[in-house]
């Protein structure tokens, strides 16, 4: 595969991605620069698919949780993923089990607010798991 033939490949999921931050509450790239324990610029060049920077595997699941990619958007941005990187998710390390549970939490009284308070009360989950993690290492 050519140079341009890949640099247009990755700029098909990166377009998927932009499209669905572009439709999320502000402050989402800050709070995918935060799971992803790297800083804005970062995700500002992941999510634009004019830099052909790849986005890492490893981020992958970070991502999905943090943008709430609904079925057929996770599986539209695998799809491109795959295409561009063949391979390239199933040789990293095996995704981590996971489990749902369910929580009683305050209606804010908007829908805006309500989100804000799950986006943090997700985030939070997802730190204190990266923490299980390393203090299982």
């Known amino acids: 595969m050519s140079d341009d033939a890949a640099n247009a490949t990755v700029a098909d999921y990166k377009r998927l991605l932009q499209q669905v931050c572009d439709k999320r509450p502000s402050g989402t790239r800050g ?8 800083n804005r610029s970062f995700v500002s060049q992941m999510v634009n698919p004019v830099y052909a920077m790849p ?25 491109a993923y795959d295409a561009a990187h063949p391979g390239r998710r199933s040789a990293g390390e095996a995704p981590a ?31 204190m798991a990266r923490l299980a993690a390393m203090l299982k290492d």
């Not at 986005?55 to 799809?79: G, M, N, Y």
């Not at 749902?100 to 997802?126: C, K, V, W």
């Open 55 to 79: 986005i890492p595997a490893q981020h992958l699941e970070a991502i999905f949780e943090v943008c709430h990619f609904s079925p057929a958007q996770r599986e539209a941005f695998l799809a």
């Open 31 to 38: 709070r995918l620069a935060v799971a992803l324990g790297t």
């Open 97 to 127: 089990a996971t489990r749902t549970i369910s929580l009683t939490a305050p209606d804010l009284g908007s829908a805006r607010r309500n989100q804000a308070f799950d986006d943090m009360i997700a985030e939070y989950a997802h730190h």
